[in-house]
């Protein structure tokens, strides 16, 4: 059951959902998401039970100081209202832990709470290990279920076969329900898996932007992800093993990016930043 706060009537809202755990390597997907409640001054405004969804042994409650004593803080999953002035609409933030049980149930419950407020669309983010070089660009391949929502957003087909998590699950239960329906994932270098990837979080952010056709402040995420990149060479330096690795991914990402410099994907990415910032002549998609 999702408890729900005193909710206004919404504008045009839309949906952005990630899940810590499987989803969200590097712990890119959930910050990414905290990064923006933080920045739109996000407040709580329904929390789905997690008696019927989580196995407590393996998601712990807390212990916490709430001020007037100390009390039993219960991690699940909480929905977040913001109403960005840049966005001119609403969005609902979606943050918490992969559940355990229901899944099901659990995005029934989801999308239900979803479809009652008037959102159409629902953005997915996820983050996955993969060979890619942590001093390139974090690839981010975002795609939909629906191919007319592909073409007009310029995304892939989703074409994925596999085990899938909670991320999945909500997507596709989001285009069963006649929803518009777009999934976005961060590649993560595999051998930085151990600390969090801000530089994937920032990869994230700036493909929302497209989606969203907005600017949003990327904070000190910027700064620290130089810093991630810094500390991953240093590690990366003092082992010749891996150092000849990370060159042999380096080498084979930008001989596969090669294509994307033509003539016409430049003036498409130009064109997407003049069109952000309401400099360009076409109306937001």
Not at 81 to 105: K, M, N
Not at 148 to 155: G, N, P, R, S, T
Not at 211 to 220: A, F, K, N, R, Y
Not at 224 to 251: F, K, P
Request: proline fraction near 5%; hydrophobic fraction near 40%.
């Amino acid at each position: 059951m999702i408890e729900i706060e005193d909710l206004p009537e919404l504008h045009d809202p839309v949906m952005i959902c990630a899940f810590e755990g499987w989803n969200d390597a590097g712990e890119a997907a959930s910050r990414a998401i905290e990064h923006l409640g933080m920045l739109w001054d996000a407040e709580t405004v329904a929390a789905i039970d997690p008696e019927d969804y989580y196995d407590f042994q393996v998601t712990r409650p807390r212990v916490i100081n709430q001020g007037q004593g100390r009390g039993i803080h219960w991690n699940t999953t909480r929905i977040l209202l913001a109403s960005p002035d840049s966005l001119g609409r609403d969005v609902l933030l979606v943050t918490g832990i992969e559940p355990s049980f229901r899944w099901r149930a659990f995005t029934t419950e989801l999308l239900d709470l979803a479809a009652a407020n008037g959102v159409t669309t629902v953005i997915t983010l996820g983050a996955l290990l993969a060979d890619v070089a942590h001093s390139r660009p974090i690839p981010v391949v975002c795609t939909s279920e629906d191919e007319a929502v592909a073409f007009k957003h310029d995304l892939e087909p989703a074409r994925y076969e596999g085990p899938t998590g909670i991320t999945g699950v909500v997507a596709d239960g989001a285009h069963q329900a006649e929803m518009v329906s777009i999934s976005a994932w961060a590649s993560v270098p595999h051998y930085t898996s151990q600390v969090p990837c801000p530089k994937a979080s920032l990869a994230l952010l700036s493909q929302l932007e497209d989606l969203l056709d907005t600017v949003i402040d990327h904070g000190d995420l910027e700064e620290e992800a130089q810093a991630w990149e810094r500390g991953v060479d240093e590690l990366a330096n003092t082992d010749e093993d891996v150092a000849e690795y990370v060159s042999a991914l380096e080498s084979a990402q930008d001989t596969s990016e090669l294509p994307e410099a033509s003539g016409d994907a430049i003036a498409k990415e130009f064109e997407r930043y003049l069109r952000r910032r309401g400099d360009g002549t076409d109306n937001p998609a």
